[in-house]
């Protein structure tokens, strides 16, 4: 499994880059799950990176305003971010999902067709009024995604496995799979839900709250990295 480790600036992307990620993801939590952050702080953690990691930058949690995501994904995609990935927030079609992904990728790959767009949707999807992650793969496939993701809308400590049991999360994966994607699950992850991921198979996992000790308030801890990376190795 790749790690994703989402920092908030700099300092943090640093510490993230130094302990070890696979992928340095630029969000603002104070947005929301996918918060965007400023076109010059994903400027700055690429240049920071120095090229040891490629970047992923959030534009927000949408929902269906397709035009307004187009712009964001391009911006981010400027902005140098490798990784441009949207979150399907009170989506409640498929028509409307596609649309979305649709315009969001032709955004991107028009602008540089080796950039990768990344759609998430929520396995708290029930509380926020938007479809299924389940329904993602077919959908994001036939927009032209190159990676779907499931992580937690509301950040209220509530871990995606509290949402989704094992069965649903191996059943994503797969479809993704199916469908020639990569996938991602995140959302309050903890260690101790490694072994059950490890049997999920995800190709990425992202996290936040796990290297900051528990709170994704503060500050990303280059030791918890560095434990992160080596049992994900193990």
Same mark, same amino acid.
């Given at each position: 499994?790749?790690? $994703?480790? *989402?920092?908030?600036?700099? +300092? +943090?992307?640093?510490?993230? *880059?130094?302990?070890?990620?696979?992928?340095?993801?630029?969000?603002?939590?104070? %947005?929301?799950? $996918?918060?965007?952050?400023?076109?010059?702080?994903?400027?700055? #953690?690429?240049?920071?990176?120095?090229?040891?990691?490629?970047?992923?930058?959030?534009?927000? !949690?949408?929902?269906?305003?397709?035009?307004?995501?187009?712009?964001?994904?391009?911006?981010?995609?400027?902005?140098?971010? !490798?990784?441009?990935?949207?979150?399907?927030?009170?989506?409640?079609?498929?028509?409307?999902?596609?649309?979305?992904?649709?315009?969001?990728?032709?955004?991107? /790959?028009?602008?540089? *067709?080796? /950039?990768?767009?990344?759609?998430?949707?929520?396995?708290?999807?029930?509380?926020?009024?938007?479809?299924?992650?389940?329904?993602?793969?077919?959908?994001?496939?036939?927009?032209?995604?190159?990676? #779907?993701? #499931?992580?937690?809308?509301?950040?209220?400590?509530?871990?995606?496995?509290?949402?989704?049991?094992?069965?649903?999360?191996?059943?994503?994966? !797969?479809?993704?799979?199916?469908?020639?994607? +990569?996938?991602?699950?995140?959302? *309050?992850?903890?260690? %101790?839900?490694?072994?059950?991921?490890?049997?999920?198979?995800?190709?990425?996992?992202?996290?936040?709250?796990?290297?900051?000790?528990?709170?994704?308030?503060?500050?990303?801890?280059?030791?918890?990295?560095?434990?992160?990376?080596?049992?994900?190795?193990?």
């Amino acid at each position: 499994m790749k790690l $994703l480790v *989402s920092p908030i600036n700099r +300092e +943090e992307a640093i510490i993230a *880059s130094r302990g070890g990620a696979d992928i340095v993801d630029v969000k603002n939590p104070k %947005e929301g799950s $996918l918060g965007a952050n400023f076109p010059w702080i994903i400027r700055d #953690v690429k240049e920071a990176v120095e090229g040891r990691q490629p970047i992923s930058a959030t534009i927000g !949690d949408f929902n269906y305003k397709p035009g307004t995501a187009s712009l964001a994904a391009l911006g981010a995609a400027v902005a140098g971010a !490798d990784y441009i990935k949207v979150g399907l927030y009170d989506i409640q079609t498929e028509d409307q999902a596609f649309e979305l992904l649709t315009k969001i990728t032709r955004a991107v /790959k028009d602008y540089d *067709s080796t /950039k990768k767009v990344v759609a998430s949707g929520y396995s708290d999807y029930k509380r926020i009024n938007s479809i299924s992650p389940l329904l993602l793969p077919s959908i994001a496939a036939e927009a032209g995604v190159d990676v #779907v993701m #499931v992580d937690t809308a509301i950040k209220d400590g509530k871990s995606t496995f509290e949402f989704m049991d094992e069965k649903e999360l191996k059943k994503f994966t !797969d479809l993704a799979h199916e469908y020639g994607l +990569e996938n991602a699950i995140a959302g *309050s992850l903890k260690f %101790e839900d490694l072994p059950i991921l490890e049997r999920i198979g995800p190709d990425i996992i992202g996290v936040r709250g796990m290297v900051c000790g528990g709170d994704r308030r503060t500050a990303i801890r280059q030791e918890l990295v560095e434990k992160l990376v080596a049992e994900c190795q193990a």
